[in-house]
């Protein structure tokens, strides 16, 4: 592989660990404010499969 190739590999590497940073953060915010296990959209419930499948998860699957 050439450096280019190389370079655009480890930068979007670094994007997607961003994301989920982010994502695991937001998670945590709304487990210390009381609406983790709720969809961001609609309010109901998330299915403890999905969160168990993704713990970070913020959307119920109708609204997701």
């Not at 670094?14 to 609609?42: N, P, Q, S």
């Amino acid at each position: 592989m050439d450096s280019l190739q190389v370079q655009a590999m480890n930068q979007a590497q670094d994007a997607r660990r961003t994301t989920e940073l982010t994502r695991i953060a937001a998670a945590c915010e709304r487990l210390e404010c009381g609406e983790y296990g709720f969809c961001a959209k609609c309010g109901s419930d998330i299915t403890p499969a999905r969160l168990q499948n993704d713990s970070a998860v913020s959307f119920c699957l109708a609204c997701a």
